[in-house]
């Protein structure tokens, strides 16, 4: 405890001024049931004396005094609220002064303070109460050193502790100003929306802002039934929105008390014996009740070095065993350097008239071998195939099946891998055809078909790439083949075979693959005309592409925000401090913002180079409020930024930038958001029925590479989230702007992402571009009765406006299997339901 001079028989402490208010205690110690007078004095003159009779437990525990009333408060008067710096000091009856905290004091504690109280204004008001269906009432204000009332005030509106609407009190008012003597304009008529409608009563706050101040008649508890039939109704509606809440958490216990576990990837091998059960029959009804009338050759190229006898056998039965018969088996002896292994294949040929040995007296490698294959298929379809995997059994049947449906010329399937004790696992599920992730990595892999004649004008394999001569051949094919006729096959139709030397087990098998990638990646581009330096991500077979670009189209950074000024000058500085590009401007939409920091800070920064404001005093719509930005923008790019995100890169908007024009037809791009403990809150979006709209990898931490590398490579997605998101301006206005009418809080970037998709455009998660998200920092989230309504309602939006869709039912750049509602890249579907 804290005391006056030893000298003196009073104690006591002063906490300072807390907003504007005086707190602290004083007791006398010869008499301590009288309580204490205190002289109050401001800038040396005493404006007021007080008592210490404030209930004050703490003090007296601490003390053991017979009372507790030892505490004070005092209001600042508001001729001191002037924004002005002032002192103050409390002198106690014997004309010692009390301590005062000052964390500013080398101590902590002085005899004075120094204060300073932003300009308040006094207001008189009242709440009518809520007619017809609005509430009405009004208020008026008047600033120290004013004689005159005036409106204009702002007010908002909350029921339930959920904002209702926020509104400026300019409604003419004859009654009030006949009756106070000022100006009529002082009125509010606030419409309450239908959610808060209805029989059941809520409490109503009305106050102004920004003190925070209610007005008179406020609060209140109030139900609103002006209509019998409009009442039933919204009662009907509000008890079906309270069922779903019950069901929804229904539906989370149950699957949390399910007993037996869901398919995911740590129990993958208990999901592919079902899943492969499942391929098989539904393979069989369709030859059924879609047979393929012409059944064209396959040829399948197996060059063979010392392989393993008992997985070449494996490898060799598997081609037996498929169930589209028209093949033929290139058995290539590469060198011929193992007698056994010639013996063998001599064997099954003379088994099996579709099986053909192409004997190498000299050994060509990889790459030679596999082209001595090549120059010898006579199929009309050719397929890669390794010496130790294994083709599912209906394998070319479900390729060709592609083939009827698509007329693709290149085509590819998901693949997983076998272990030595042949359990499945690693399963690589891969999205629909994406150029950019290719650029990053050779994701097409096994099983990989192509049209013999389209083969011959990609031409052989080059020797010079080496372990990565596959990445190198369907680059070269990407060059060629219109990207709408390579196809993806959705289905898991090709084995690894995981022994101690292959690149199954660890890459590290064959560092020389790495360079090889790199090389094959960069001439590739170099064929294309991009000037770009490819490098490996931590010496793996993940490729960073720089792209060398030195257009610059003029963006408009627009940035919503309300109030929280700390935030968004954050947000602000950190762009003006961190951003390289230099055609940009900052466009900060103000909805609403009423603090006098706010005030300050719209002043201070509309004076600044390169940033605008735009003020627009309407109910929060994140929508609209872009979509009326973007109309005042000239600029070539629209970047939606929420005013939570920090970018700390010089090159961040450099790198979004380059990625939009690298690509074709790239409408949007997206960037790698953290959360301030580094995990990541934004790597893309996944859509789908399931869940409308997940981020990929949310949570996962800062040395996690993702599904495949997905959080490290740039890729194209099917969404990604408005909080950071690059948009060409005519795409922008091609399909239609956010939908402000009917999304106006959630998934109106989801729903803008699949109108830019479904138009032709593609879309872009940059991996090198990373910003902090404090994600809901400034709006809060949807856990409330009322937000939960208004978050479902707009997701049936989505599920009306988009389910039945292609793009939306199954997310072309989302493999099928995982699930949207659950942990995406994770978590599976049922394998009988594919």
């Known amino acids: 405890m804290h005391a006056a001079p030893a000298n003196s028989p009073f104690i006591g402490y002063c906490d300072g001024v807390h907003k504007d208010t005086l707190i602290g205690w004083a007791v006398n110690r010869l008499d301590p049931t009288t309580p204490t007078r205190l002289h109050i004095l401001i800038d040396g003159q005493e404006i007021a004396q007080i008592l210490a009779d404030q209930s004050r437990s703490d003090v007296q525990t601490a003390l053991k005094a017979p009372h507790d009333r030892l505490g004070f408060i005092f209001s600042i008067p508001p001729e001191f609220m002037d924004g002005k710096e002032h ?27 120094v204060f300073t109280i932003e300009s308040r204004a006094e207001y008189t008001s009242c709440v009518d109460g809520i007619k017809q269906g609005a ?45 106070v003597g000022c100006a009529p304009n002082c009125g509010f008529d606030i419409p309450i929306p239908q959610r808060f409608r209805g029989s059941s009563p809520r409490s109503f706050s009305v106050k102004v802002l920004p003190e925070g101040d209610e007005l008179m008649g406020s609060p209140f508890t109030s139900s609103i039934a002006d209509d019998a039939l409009e009442t039933r109704l919204l009662d009907i509606a509000d008890t079906i929105d309270k069922l779903h809440r019950e069901l929804t958490k229904l539906r989370t216990e149950i699957r949390s008390a399910i007993p037996q576990a869901g398919y995911n990837l740590g129990n993958y091998d208990r999901w592919a014996s079902l899943y492969y059960t499942a391929l098989r029959e539904r393979t069989a009804m369709l030859r059924i009740k879609a047979p393929i009338a012409e059944e064209p050759l396959i040829s399948i190229l197996c060059p063979t070095y010392k392989p393993l006898r008992a997985d070449y056998v494996t490898a060799i039965n598997s081609v037996i065993s498929q169930t589209w018969r028209n093949w033929e088996l290139i058995l290539i002896d590469d060198g011929m350097v ?108 096994h099983l990989t078909m192509i049209e013999t004649a389209t083969m011959r004008d990609v031409g052989l394999l080059r020797a010079e790439y080496d372990g990565a001569q596959d990445h190198d051949f369907i680059l070269r094919a990407c060059e060629i083949l219109p990207h709408d006729e390579i196809a993806h096959v959705p289905e898991l139709l090709y084995h690894w075979r995981m022994t101690p030397n292959s690149t199954a087990v660890t890459v590290g098998n064959k560092n020389y693959a790495i360079a090889a990638g790199v090389k094959a990646v960069s001439d590739h581009l170099a064929r294309r005309g991009y000037e770009a330096a490819v ?14 670009l030195t257009d610059t189209p003029s963006v408009s950074i627009i940035i919503p925000f309300k109030d929280q000024i700390d935030i968004t000058r954050r947000c602000v500085e950190e762009l003006l401090n961190h951003t390289d590009y230099s055609n940009f401007e900052i466009v900060l939409v103000d909805n609403w913002s009423v603090t006098a920091q706010a005030r300050d800070f719209m002043r201070e920064y509309a004076a600044k180079e390169k940033i605008r404001f735009l003020t627009i005093e309407e109910a929060f719509n994140y929508s609209r409020l872009n979509n009326i930005a973007a109309q005042t ?39 790698r958001l953290l959360y301030p403990n580094q995990t990541i809150q934004h790597a893309g979006v996944v859509v789908g029925p399931a869940g409308v709209g997940a981020h990929a990898h949310r949570g996962c931490g ?44 959630a998934y109106n970037d989801v729903d803008l992402c699949l109108r830019i998709r479904s138009a032709g455009h593609r879309i872009i998660y940059c991996a090198e571009a990373v910003a902090a998200h404090h994600e809901s920092l400034t709006r809060g989230s949807d856990d409330v009765p009322e937000h939960e309504a208004r978050f ?39 394998p009988r339901s594919t």
Request: charged content about 25%; overall charge negative.
């Open 792 to 830: 479902f309602e707009e997701g049936q939006v989505m599920q009306r406006r988009w389910a039945g869709q292609a793009l939306y039912d199954r997310d072309p750049a989302y493999p099928r299997f995982f699930t949207v509602d659950l942990q995406p890249f994770f978590d599976l579907v049922d």
């Open 135 to 179: 509430l009405k009432g009004w208020i008026l204000q008047k600033m120290p050193g004013e004689d005159e009332w005036r409106g204009d005030c702002v007010v908002s509106v909350s029921a339930n502790g959920v904002l209702v609407a926020q509104v400026r009190a300019d409604r003419y008012r004859g009654d009030v100003a006949a009756a």
């Open 338 to 445: 193992c007698p056994q292994t010639t013996a063998l294949m001599e064997d099954f040929a003379a088994k099996d008239s579709r099986i053909r040995i192409l004997p190498l007296s000299k050994n060509l490698g990889i790459s030679g071998a596999t082209n001595e294959g090549m120059k010898a298929a006579t199929g009309q379809y050719t397929v890669f195939f390794d010496h130790d995997d294994m083709l599912v059994d209906v394998a070319l049947e479900t390729m060709m099946r592609k083939v009827q449906e698509t007329g693709a010329r290149l085509l590819y399937s998901d693949e997983d891998k076998v272990d030595q004790a042949n359990n499945w696992q690693s399963p690589n599920f891969k999205p629909d055809f994406n150029y950019r992730y290719l650029l990053g990595c050779n994701y097409i892999c």
């Open 702 to 745: 800062p040395e996690d590479y993702g599904y495949i590398g997905r959080i490290l490579l740039s890729h194209e997605v099917t969404a990604v989230t408005a909080a950071c998101m690059l948009v060409r301006r005519d795409v922008f206005d091609e399909v239609g702007c956010f939908d402000e009418e009917h999304l106006k809080i």
């Open 87 to 113: 002192n103050i000091s409390i002198r106690l009856p014997d004309r010692t002064i009390l301590p005062i905290t000052d964390q500013t004091a080398p101590e902590g504690k002085t005899l004075f303070h």
């Open 633 to 671: 923008c000239t600029s070539d790019y629209l970047l939606f930024l929420n005013n939570d995100v920090f970018v700390e890169q010089a090159n961040w908007l450099r790198l979004m930038m380059n990625e939009a024009l690298a690509g074709n037809r790239v409408g949007a791009v997206g960037a």
């Open 535 to 548: 490098s490996s991500i931590n010496g793996l077979t993940l490729y960073r592409v720089d792209w060398r």
